[in-house]
């Protein structure tokens, strides 16, 4: 049997975490033959209901759980953790001010940041889930001076399932034969779901699907399922959001499959003229525990002037927490 | 790719049926080759709910996942389905009579039973989660008289792994070093957890544990900690729930590993002197799609007094709902 892998998880007894620590449990994230200890993390007010949690997992007598441990101190619960799952945050309300979206969060993932900075393995992968996801995972970036900007990405992997479904819902075919498709940007409104380069059943998907279709129901579609999910459930979306971060956290560690890419949310090089350094989905193939942006690919007056509008929102959002950076 | 088979599960809305859908959708129950369709059956107020959990399986965009049905209508539910997990119910609570027990769950579980007799593939496996779990069983059960009654269980397997966790906490072994437990009788507090033959790193269970801690505390331990949960969590088991209701299923149709058995709620054959065709926990081992009672276990007088007295709650249970039968 290999060694454990630590794996933390934090907000791990609202909805998401509850979903996700489960799956991870049972092998989904990282297989049938790889051992971990899930360290999760929760405000001080949440442990009891965490203890439930760890109760339940424990109940589940899954062959690969090794230990959990239930925390509220950050050092503790990111100690030589492999893998970090940021699902605990404070996402902007309506009405809510800047300041206020800077303040509260900052207050999460600057010290989350450094927790990780100074405790975590080495080689931790960092998956920021909470939002606005992709500001909160530029805030522990920046506070992790010792490890590689690499090393931290934000969750876009939920917006390019969705954007699968509904390509999948329109055409009639299946998952599995939509490929190369790109969620560029925010994990936002603002974000860019891109069929310019996918392809379904081998044919390009602009081919497939009316152009009218694409732009004036399916991008909104996509950039609006939260919102749908809510008015439908009652409540906003959490296994689905799971198996998002797992399907990034295997992608990134295991590798995207051969003439196929996905979603990120990666620092940004510049690549695609986008502001260098900014938290931002880029297209990506994955293999042996790295990720590369995908080079080359053509953008139309369309995609530039669509990509360029979820940067500048990032940018703001940027600017609103330089303090913290 | 093989053909797809169709697993409905009822209560499909609740917490147990949202955690298991997700994780049967991912290949935690068939295997990451076996494609599925989802019929998921809720009662009409929860339809809207319901749909919110068909828009987040989607989302998912699960590869295995090629259909997901959602519907009020048993027959519609049931039709041509290869398993059925029952989850949603009417539990028994404080104060209530025997008669609205017998009222409540027999309007759904006859009216399934029957829905299952005439609808569902030949081949069905049926497994009843919805409490009180053997009694609904038996009623199903006794509503398919065109099925084999073996085709008909209850769980069991939420108690056999809080029976694993029990030990593995006390012993310090792994999950996978313990073996041979069994969870005798029914799925409430007269259940009796039974290590007289049990297995710990390959020495007696008995010998490893003592037999006071045994008797006074991992036996009250284990009956009462679904009421441990409530009290932690301010929820019932859900995820843990899901998930032994997945290992029940995996072990009926995949087999139970060489020299171990687990417990399920199955039609009693008169073994062990357990009054024949009441839906009672035994020792199972399984193979090729099929179960076998774990036969000439040694009983001693305590565990032949743990057993009948479960069996009488049983009887009893029986007595209140035989006009359904």
Same mark, same amino acid.
């Given at each position: 049997m290999k060694p454990a892998v ?53 109940? =589940? ?10 925390t509220s101190d950050i050092e ?83 917006d390019h399932n969705r954007a ?33 380069? =996918? ?127």
């Amino acid at each position: 049997m290999k060694p454990a892998v630590r794996i933390a998880i934090t907000g791990a007894a609202g909805n998401i975490g509850y979903a996700a620590a489960f799956r991870i449990s049972a092998g989904g994230m990282l297989g049938t033959d790889q051992p971990i200890i899930l360290q999760l993390v929760e405000i001080e007010p949440a442990l009891q209901a965490l203890k439930g949690v760890e109760m339940e997992l424990l109940d =589940c007598a899954f062959p690969l759980l090794e230990n959990v441990i239930t925390t509220s101190d950050i050092e503790t619960g990111f100690k030589d953790t492999d893998y970090a799952l940021l699902v605990g945050s404070k996402p902007r309300t309506k009405g809510m001010e800047r300041s206020d979206l800077l303040g509260d969060n900052g207050k999460i993932f600057g010290p989350q940041g450094r927790a990780i900075n100074n405790h975590a393995s080495r080689n931790v992968k960092v998956l920021v889930i909470g939002n606005p996801a992709n500001t909160n995972a530029l805030i522990a970036m920046n506070n992790a001076p010792d490890l590689s900007p690499s090393q931290f990405s934000s969750m876009m992997r939920l917006d390019h399932n969705r954007a699968l479904n509904q390509l999948s819902l329109k055409t009639g075919s299946k998952i599995a034969d939509i490929t190369r498709l790109t969620v560029w940007g925010n994990h936002s409104l603002t974000q860019y779901p891109d069929i310019s380069h =996918c392809r379904i059943d081998g044919q390009d998907a602009t081919s497939v699907v009316d152009i009218s279709w694409y732009k004036e129901t399916f991008i909104p579609n996509v950039q609006n399922r939260g919102a749908e999910i809510i008015s439908a459930r009652g409540a906003s979306s959490a296994a689905s959001a799971a198996s998002a971060a797992i399907d990034h956290m295997r992608n990134w560690i295991f590798g995207t499959p051969e003439d196929d890419w996905t979603s990120m949310g990666i620092p940004s090089a510049g690549d695609y003229g986008i502001t260098e350094g900014l938290m931002y989905s880029f297209p990506v193939r994955c293999k042996n525990g790295s990720y590369e942006v995908v080079h080359d690919l053509h953008m139309d007056d369309f995609s530039t002037e669509k990509t360029k509008i979820t940067e500048k929102e990032l940018l703001e959002e940027r600017d609103a927490v330089k303090a913290l950076l």
